[in-house]
């Protein structure tokens, strides 16, 4: 294979690496991006969306979201734990992309909220269809074919294995190998990192988070986020800043139960823990990273949803009580068959007992423990949650069997974090000094959330990750220049 010359590499074809590319062409650079999958858009493949915030949708919606209101969100949720200048640049530019986006024939269905509790920031990118996953999968096409427009050459199948540098410490080249393990060198003035974090890469997880994926943690996997350009950019001299996973709990650890199934047990109902005691407010069950936080304090980090026949029932007849925009659907009127099928396969994590006292030995509870909580919720639900102030709508009783249960575990996107940006999105030493010609963008760079991923403005991840990119690329394509 012989080596290549350009002005910048990006290193991944997610939404943060072609957003990086497109940008950088646009302000004139000559870039390769390097993507070690058959297909560019990475993970974002399977989201909806970005967030924006003062777009014309929100205006047209009179949604009342400002940078101002949704930056002191932020500042505040995180106790200031993170780069104010990087949050403020990112949201500021946040509508501006959306349009950025819009010119290049992405669409969106609007701004929309992820739950109650949370605000309209999402912005669902239209497919023709009805709402729901995979539509990013658009946006990633048209960001391909704006990049290959302008020129830029896009070589699937291709992994990053390191940075290289001249002897003043500028990034002067990176190494990388194609699908038949034939290493060629790529000369260039700059690089940005794009890798999107190690997901799919146990062994890292347990070392750099010090939790073991399969038992403490469900986090997403997708095939090649082993933390490649994490690696590369320590290497470099990058400060090594800490990994966290972005969390998301959800019922099933894993287990593939049908949509009907996940739907019923994930409503606010009663929610306990491996004493068979309450532990949260379950409205507060839809902002997942909350309910993750909550599973994570918890013994054997795991949480127990439990429903009667009646209300069952009920939501069959009438439908479920909360939906978002993943789970749209308020009718679940397959329960039943499915909940019999994934018992009938020998799930570890779903299960249906004539009593309490029967579900409790089943998962392990102390059934005197278990139906005393449930015998004070029931009392709950005839006047006010005396324990932790539930709204009344969503306090039903526990009567009458069957009862069904599902187990929450901490689940997640995957990983966030480990590379020291600063609001340029250029990777810095432990001395905060920027690293001449490297840049970081997306899940790699993604300092920002500190311990709890800010749900309360969704599409936050895949809107990090675009920003992050077109910043990169402007600042890398003025680099160059200069």
């Known amino acids: 294979m012989e080596n290549l010359k350009t002005q910048l590499v990006v290193i991944a074809g997610g939404p943060s690496g072609m957003s990086a590319a497109v940008q950088a062409a646009m302000d004139g650079a000559e870039v390769i991006v390097i993507e070690k999958a058959a297909i560019t858009g ?13 777009t014309k949708y929100q205006q047209e919606q009179m949604i009342d979201v400002t940078v101002e209101k949704a930056f002191n969100m932020f500042m505040d949720y995180t106790h200031y734990n993170v780069d104010a200048r990087l949050v403020k640049r990112y949201f500021e530019q946040s509508a501006e992309t959306i349009e950025w986006l819009e010119d290049m024939g992405v669409e969106f269905e609007g701004a929309f909220k992820y739950f109650p509790q949370s605000e309209a920031t999402w912005h669902i990118v239209k497919t023709g269809n009805k709402i729901g996953p995979r539509a990013a999968g658009h946006m990633n096409k048209a960001l391909l074919n704006k990049a290959q427009e302008l020129g830029v050459k896009v070589l699937l199948e291709t992994a990053g294995k390191k940075i290289l540098k001249d002897e003043e410490g500028k990034v002067c080249g990176v190494v990388a190998v194609n699908k038949d393990g034939e ?31 399969g038992k ?3 986090n997403f996997a997708i095939p090649g986020l082993v933390g ?41 109902n009663l929610l306990v823990n491996a004493f068979g005691k309450r532990v949260m407010n379950e409205e507060f069950m839809q902002n997942t990273t909350y309910l993750s936080n ?20 009920s939501y069959v007849k009438n439908g479920v009580d909360v939906t978002s925009l993943v789970t749209p659907d308020p009718d679940v009127s397959a329960f039943y068959d499915e909940m019999d099928e994934i018992i009938n396969k020998g799930s570890k994590n779903f299960f249906k007992a004539d009593t309490i006292e029967e579900l409790a030995e089943m998962i392990g509870v102390d059934p005197e423990v278990l139906e005393e909580t449930v015998d004070d919720y029931n009392d709950y639900c005839e006047g006010r949650d005396e324990e932790f102030f539930k709204n009344y709508r969503y306090l039903r009783k526990l009567k009458k069997g069957p009862f069904y ?21 250029e990777v810095c030493d432990k001395d905060f000094m920027p690293i001449p010609g490297l840049y970081a963008a997306g899940a790699d760079s993604c300092n920002i959330y500190d311990d709890s991923y800010m749900f309360l403005l969704p599409g936050n991840s895949m809107g990090y990750a675009v920003n992050t990119g077109r910043i990169a690329g402007m600042e890398a394509a003025e680099y160059i220049e200069d």
């Not at 060629?184 to 073991?212: D, M």
């Not at 800490?242 to 099933?252: K, T, Y």
């Open 42 to 54: 990475g993970a974002a493949n399977m989201g909806m969306g970005p967030l924006g915030i003062g």
């Open 183 to 213: 290493e060629f060198t790529i000369e260039c003035k700059a690089a940005v990192i794009a890798t999107g974090g190690a997901g799919c890469n146990p062994e890292f997880i347990k070392e750099e988070i010090g939790v073991e994926y």
């Open 216 to 218: 403490d943690v469900f």
């Open 228 to 268: 490649d350009g994490l690696k590369m950019a320590w290497e470099a001299g990058a400060d090594h800043l800490p990994v966290r996973i972005e969390s998301a709990c959800d019922v099933g650890g894993g287990e593939e139960a049908g949509a009907c199934v996940k739907n019923v047990l994930r409503q606010p």
């Open 294 to 313: 909550v599973a994570n304090h918890q013994k054997d980090k795991k949480l127990f949803s439990i429903v009667d026949s009646t209300i069952v029932k």
């Open 405 to 425: 249960c599902g187990t929450f575990h901490p689940g997640g996107y995957g990983t966030v974090g480990g590379i020291r940006i600063n609001e340029n999105c």
